[in-house]
């Protein structure tokens, strides 16, 4: 427990003290893209922090891999973990860097997300079954191209649902950070009934994944004084996805007695900890197809623009979204270890749901509802309004951007410019 512990504060030491110097490295070669639209920031804010996150995540598994209980688990471990997360690692956060300096076609970043991904399946670090109960045939082993192929959907897939949801200050990085803590819990309650380097790997994992984030926090929740960028949520993503992959027992048949929700639970519990990010993948995906858009299309549509739009502020936005991906991904780890009828896992569904729609509505915006933006301390400045997106006109077609007047008569025109007051004219009565 001491040595998930020292990796983690290792993690968040470095990443909190390169952040610094990232962001100066960033204003200096113009990484800070004017405000967009669609943004919720009014002022340009330096990005790469990914950078910092992953020289923390460097120093996390070096300082794993030197420890004398963790060192030796990674070293024997299959697919040599450390190595591999490094140079998926690298690849992935090159890929984030150049986008966001320079910009980068969507599918050529989705194939730098590919490349790291197969780093990944190529060390080792893949899903060997798809745990599934007896009663529906038992779990389904995958062969090496079926293996390699899912592996590599989880992958991307988390990538890109974390890569969405970082639209707040310290959202992405906060909810990773939980995900993280519910994964890390999880392996140290599989670790007690299970001996395997898999289950290790996932702890020390989880841990730097945890520190890294953490230390990046204080420089990004708001007001954040830099993003992490594309740079920094694939990475998380990645990580966290690697997480998934070990977390799962070669051995479907042991963890059977172990967990309420049978051999169901190693689908369960990554679905628990990316479900809000994915349905804001899913529902972006749907909502910009259904308009003739490129699923890649950025719009003002994710449920944090939503929480926004419904008045509340950023903070308040952000710690909704934590206190749910908190509920929902350690109630299912506790409801996968306690003596509860299986029926409870979609009773809790429903209830986290609730809790979810419960918090986001407009009376749960704090003390007065509209009225209490009016007190508001200054440091808690939430950007512009955020109210419905205007149409997008065309660029070039000037004219289309002028306010049109309804027509006034002459006389109340002619009254209008020379600054004397208009005084309408009554029809007289016969």
């Given at each position: 427990?001491?040595?998930?512990?020292?990796?983690?504060?290792?993690?968040?030491?470095?990443t909190?003290?390169?952040?610094?110097?990232?962001?100066?490295?960033?204003?200096?070669?113009?990484?800070?893209?004017?405000?967009?639209?669609?943004?919720?920031?009014?002022t340009?804010?330096?990005?790469?922090?990914?950078?910092?996150?992953?020289?923390?995540?460097?120093?996390?598994?070096?300082?794993?891999?030197?420890?004398?209980?963790?060192?030796?688990?990674?070293?024997?471990?299959?697919?040599?973990?450390v190595t591999?997360?490094l140079?998926?690692?690298?690849i992935?956060?090159l890929?984030?860097f150049?986008d966001?300096?320079?910009g980068?076609?969507a599918?050529?970043?989705?194939?730098?997300?590919?490349?790291?991904?197969?780093?990944l399946?190529?060390s080792g670090?893949r899903l060997t079954?798809?745990?599934?109960?007896?009663?529906?045939g038992g779990?389904l082993?995958?062969?090496y191209?079926?293996?390699?192929i899912?592996?590599?959907l989880?992958?991307?897939?988390?990538?890109?649902?974390?890569?969405?949801?970082?639209g707040?200050d310290?959202?992405?990085a906060?909810?990773?950070?939980?995900?993280?803590?519910a994964?890390?819990?999880?392996s140290?309650?599989?670790?007690q009934?299970?001996s395997?380097?898999?289950?290790?790997t996932?702890?020390a994992?989880?841990?730097?994944?945890?520190?890294?984030?953490?230390?990046?926090?204080?420089h990004?929740?708001?007001?954040?004084?830099?993003?992490m960028?594309?740079?920094?949520?694939?990475?998380?993503?990645?990580?966290?996805?690697?997480?998934?992959?070990?977390?799962t027992?070669v051995?479907?048949?042991?963890?059977e007695n172990?967990?309420?929700?049978?051999?169901?639970?190693?689908l369960?519990?990554?679905?628990?900890?990316?479900?809000?990010?994915?349905?804001?993948?899913i529902?972006?995906?749907?909502r910009?197809?259904?308009?003739?858009?490129?699923?890649?299309?950025?719009?003002?549509?994710?449920?944090?623009?939503?929480?926004?739009?419904?008045?509340h502020?950023?903070?308040?936005?952000?710690?909704?979204?934590?206190?749910?991906?908190?509920?929902?991904?350690?109630?299912?780890?506790a409801?996968s270890?306690?003596a509860?009828p299986?029926?409870?896992?979609?009773?809790?569904?429903?209830?986290?749901v609730?809790v979810?729609?419960?918090?986001?509505?407009?009376?749960?915006?704090?003390r007065?509802?509209?009225?209490?933006?009016?007190?508001?301390?200054?440091s808690?400045?939430?950007?512009?309004?955020?109210?419905?997106?205007?149409?997008?006109?065309?660029?070039?077609?000037?004219?289309?951007?002028?306010?049109r007047?309804?027509?006034?008569?002459?006389?109340?025109?002619?009254?209008?410019?020379?600054?004397q007051?208009?005084?309408?004219a009554?029809?007289?009565?016969?």
């Amino acid at each position: 427990m001491r040595e998930y512990l020292f990796m983690a504060l290792i993690a968040a030491a470095v990443t909190y003290l390169l952040v610094p110097l990232v962001r100066r490295f960033a204003i200096r070669i113009g990484a800070m893209p004017e405000v967009r639209d669609r943004d919720v920031h009014t002022t340009p804010i330096p990005r790469l922090g990914g950078l910092a996150m992953y020289g923390g995540l460097v120093a996390g598994l070096l300082t794993a891999s030197q420890l004398e209980n963790t060192g030796k688990t990674l070293a024997e471990a299959e697919g040599h973990p450390v190595t591999a997360l490094l140079v998926a690692g690298g690849i992935i956060t090159l890929t984030g860097f150049l986008d966001d300096w320079w910009g980068m076609d969507a599918f050529i970043k989705l194939g730098g997300q590919i490349a790291a991904a197969g780093v990944l399946v190529y060390s080792g670090l893949r899903l060997t079954y798809i745990p599934l109960p007896k009663d529906w045939g038992g779990s389904l082993s995958l062969d090496y191209p079926l293996s390699t192929i899912i592996t590599i959907l989880i992958v991307v897939v988390a990538i890109n649902a974390i890569n969405f949801v970082d639209g707040l200050d310290g959202l992405a990085a906060g909810i990773v950070c939980i995900s993280a803590m519910a994964i890390w819990a999880y392996s140290i309650l599989l670790k007690q009934s299970i001996s395997g380097d898999r289950i290790a790997t996932t702890a020390a994992i989880a841990s730097v994944l945890i520190g890294a984030c953490l230390g990046f926090l204080p420089h990004n929740f708001h007001p954040a004084k830099i993003f992490m960028g594309d740079t920094g949520a694939m990475l998380i993503g990645l990580v966290l996805a690697s997480s998934f992959v070990t977390v799962t027992p070669v051995d479907p048949t042991v963890i059977e007695n172990m967990n309420r929700f049978g051999v169901l639970i190693p689908l369960l519990i990554p679905a628990a900890l990316l479900v809000l990010p994915l349905v804001d993948l899913i529902t972006a995906v749907v909502r910009r197809t259904s308009q003739g858009l490129s699923p890649f299309a950025p719009d003002r549509g994710h449920l944090h623009h939503r929480l926004l739009d419904i008045g509340h502020s950023q903070r308040s936005s952000v710690l909704i979204m934590y206190a749910w991906t908190f509920l929902f991904a350690f109630g299912i780890v506790a409801m996968s270890v306690a003596a509860v009828p299986v029926m409870l896992f979609p009773i809790a569904v429903v209830l986290a749901v609730v809790v979810l729609v419960a918090m986001a509505a407009p009376r749960w915006r704090g003390r007065g509802g509209a009225h209490a933006a009016q007190g508001k301390h200054p440091s808690d400045d939430d950007g512009p309004p955020t109210g419905p997106m205007p149409p997008v006109l065309p660029a070039d077609d000037e004219a289309t951007r002028q306010v049109r007047r309804p027509a006034m008569p002459p006389t109340q025109e002619r009254a209008t410019a020379e600054g004397q007051p208009v005084i309408p004219a009554f029809p007289r009565s016969s």
